[in-house]
């Protein structure tokens, strides 16, 4: 080994990258370990050897090389994952959530986020954000979304817009809730169009009208994420009912953060009724806007929500899209 070095050192003097490759990387990370130690024991005389000093150098040069060759092989296995993993879905995904007041939107973009990276964009969670933090646009779309209206396309609009240029949606974006009327749908696909993109897929989820009472008055939201528990059906670990089985509000606490949760204003009997108006007049007209694009997909969202998820991912896969 040492003999090895010593060529290795004499014929390329103190130019020593090209030793290293030339080198075994194990056998030079061996004779590194050897050489510090007995380097420690040596007198300092021996450290001005040039030809110690050269081999140092170039067993240094040798570990480097192991380890960035241990983490080239890291890298490309993790390149694969990735590409196996857009492989098996879809590269570039532009969806759309679609579905009533209370249908799953909500409860399911998070399983898509966590698996695709995409982010969640939904209009709702925005407007809400810009109501308590009293912007101009949430002074504006107070009013409107208490009471279960739309707020204007011209502010919705304004908002994807923006929101869509950020980098973040540079591999895509879930849409949910946006667009809601047809105004806002070609507003959406003129914008796309500005750079030869499309929306590439809409889960569309049916749920009996008669079960989304009980889902968005049992709702609990956590503010932070947006992400939603059901007194029933999806409870946080932290619930505990009172003596008539009401859910004690200082109990309801997000699983992750441990932060309270909150009933959204709009959660109630009387603007439900407004918002499935509103479904149904503006925005399930949209469905006949896209379907002739073959990008419909549709889902059952009436079935427990750990079957619609697995139903989300099958929609997802690249056999079960045909474009
Ligand atoms: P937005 O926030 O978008 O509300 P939404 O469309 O009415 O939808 P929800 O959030 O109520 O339903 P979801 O489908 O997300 O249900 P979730 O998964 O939470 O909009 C609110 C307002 O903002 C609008 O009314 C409007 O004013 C304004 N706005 C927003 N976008 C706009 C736009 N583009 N234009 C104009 N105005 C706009 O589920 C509900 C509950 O059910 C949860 O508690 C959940 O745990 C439970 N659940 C979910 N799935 C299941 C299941 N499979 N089984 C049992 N329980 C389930």
Not at 53 to 64: E, Y
Not at 100 to 127: C, E, F, R, W, Y
Not at 214 to 228: D, F, L, N, P, T
Not at 289 to 296: F, L, M, N, S, T
């Amino acid at each position: 080994m040492w003999q090895k070095g010593a060529r290795c050192a004499a014929q390329f003097g103190r130019r020593f990258a090209a030793p290293a490759a030339g080198l075994s990387a194990v056998s030079a990370g061996t004779w590194f370990a050897l050489k510090q130690q007995t380097l420690a024991c040596e007198d300092k005389s021996s450290q001005s050897d040039e030809a110690a000093n050269a081999m140092m150098a170039c067993a240094a040069l040798a570990i480097s090389y192991k380890n960035a060759q241990e983490d080239l092989v890291k890298a490309k296995q993790e390149l694969k994952r990735v590409q196996d993993k857009y492989d098996y879905f879809w590269p570039r995904k532009i969806m759309m959530l679609f579905g009533a007041p209370g249908a799953g939107k909500g409860t399911q973009g998070p399983n898509i986020t966590n698996t695709l990276g995409l982010p969640q964009l939904s209009t709702g969670d925005m407007l809400r954000d810009a109501v308590s933090a009293g912007t101009p646009i949430g002074i504006r779309a107070k009013e409107a979304m208490s009471t279960g209206a739309l707020v204007t396309d011209e502010i919705v609009i304004g908002i994807i817009g923006d929101r869509i240029k950020e980098t973040d949606c540079g591999a895509g974006f879930i849409l949910d809730g946006f667009p809601r009327t047809i105004a806002q749908a070609e507003a959406l696909d003129a914008l796309l169009l500005t750079t030869g993109e499309r929306v590439n897929l809409i889960l569309a989820f049916g749920v009996a009208e008669d079960v989304l009472e009980e889902r968005v008055c049992g709702r609990w939201m956590h503010k932070g994420s947006g992400r939603s528990f059901h007194v029933k059906f999806a409870p946080p670990k932290s619930m505990k009912l009172d003596d008539n089985g009401k859910p004690l509000a200082s109990t309801m606490l997000d699983d992750q953060t441990g932060e309270p949760l909150y009933q959204r204003a709009d959660d109630t009997r009387e603007a439900l009724v407004k918002r499935l108006d509103q479904y149904h007049e503006q925005t399930i007209p949209l469905l006949e806007h896209y379907r002739p694009k073959g990008i419909v997909k549709e889902i059952d969202g009436g079935a427990p929500i750990k079957q619609v998820t697995t139903a989300v991912m099958n929609a997802m896969t690249k056999h079960n899209m045909k474009h």
